[in-house]
């Protein structure tokens, strides 16, 4: 019997799903937690997507998602019940831009400028004002101390110099969980919309090289070098090429999140086979 398109999106949900579900296993959490996750996602996506009416109908998402009218009320409840959570959105990276781009924040030949914490003069440029504005309400002091941990800023003289537009987040920090969210809806908001597309030239970018017979690990060990400065280069030029078309923007039109990111991966051969061919080398009681 042909496999149907239902039949290679489960092969390929369980292919997408083995690195995520290695993290969740590996810090506690278990399958009823992630199944309750997933029906709260079905049931946004049908009724922001497939229910045009105003009006919740639970029946009819029953029937969309497969979950019971029961499910459906409870995650419903849940949503409606829940309390805001107060967020603290860290936005390092976002200050690096500014402080490296921001003709304000900038010297001769576009170098950041060495900044003291506060202003000591009338039209000093300080880290507090680079803060407010490009991170918003975050206290100055909390982000000084966060970009002097990650080694991105560096003090000298009671003054604080940008070493790195780079910003890398502690192991498991709230900034890097959000990340690897933000990662994988935009892949695969991407991958899901090219493999729907009409016709040659629709929809978006999406390329990839790899080495066709693999590599052993010195070899990618210096690929890794070689594609964090290439790819890093690449990604400012992207960077400068936003900043100089953003008077292109319609300020009477919505605008919507776009941009680039890249990835470098390695497999693991042992991973990419089925549950099936797992069972059948190991003895099952």
Known sequence: M??????HLRSALA?????LVRLLV??????AEFSEVVKEVYVEVALRHFEPSERINKSRVAVLTGLTRKEVK????RAIEASALEKTKSRPSRVLSGWYEDPKFTGPYGIPLELPYESQSEGQVSFTELVKTYSGDMAPR???NELLRSGSVIEDENLYKAVSRLYEPTALSP???QRLGDIGYRFFSTAALNITKEGQGTGYFERAVFANEGC?????EKFDKHIKAKGQRFLEELDIWF??????NDPNLDRQGTGLFMVHYVENKADKTSLRLLLRDKEVN
């Open 142 to 144: 909390q982000m000084l």
């Open 74 to 77: 409870n995650v419903i409840d």
């Open 15 to 19: 292919l997408m799903f083995k690195p």
């Open 175 to 177: 900034e890097l969980i």
């Open 2 to 7: 042909a496999q149907t398109v239902k039949d």
């Open 216 to 220: 052993t690990t010195n070899v990618i």
């Open 26 to 31: 590996s810090q506690g959490l278990t399958h």
């Open 243 to 248: 900043s100089a078309n953003e008077h292109g």
